[in-house]
Nanobody, 125 residues
Framework: QVQLVESGGGLVQAGDTLRLSCAASGRTSTAVMGWFRQAPGKEREFVAAVSQSGGMTIYADSAKGRFTISRDNAGNMVYLQMNSLNEEDTAVYYC???????????????????WGQGTQVTVSA
């Protein structure tokens, strides 16, 4: 069984930075890890994902150039560094793990089996 716990969310101003953390337990060393977000009234959307080794990353267009996903397999942690935040980034951010992706990062939420409870990020103008 895999458990994921996110932290690091909060209320910030536009232009600020935040680093989200995801503490993983269970069989995650071989898992693809991803970050998704869901804003009020909207569907959950992909943000970023990283391969098992950390050598391959993919990003949503909205995250490219501003967000960086990374992982520390020794510490069972996944991070999302978010820079130049704007109001459109306001959402609940979820960490996800996929053990059936054969190391290939995916943008599809349905391909991740495990999810955290989410952490709220609110960006004010």
């Amino acid at each position: 069984q895999v458990q994921l716990v996110e932290s690091g969310g909060g209320l910030v101003q536009a232009g600020d930075t935040l680093r989200l953390s995801c503490a993983a337990s269970g069989r995650t060393s071989t898992a693809v890890m991803g970050w998704f977000r869901q804003a009020p009234g909207k569907e959950r959307e992909f943000v970023a994902a990283v391969s098992q080794s950390g050598g391959m990353t993919i990003y949503a267009d909205s995250a490219k150039g501003r967000f960086t996903i990374s992982r520390d397999n020794a510490g069972n942690m996944v991070y999302l560094q978010m820079n130049s935040l704007n109001e459109e980034d306001t959402a609940v951010y979820y960490c996800a793990a996929g053990n059936r992706l054969f190391g290939r990062p995916s943008r599809l939420a349905t391909e991740y089996e495990y999810w955290g409870q989410g952490t709220q990020v609110t960006v004010s103008a």
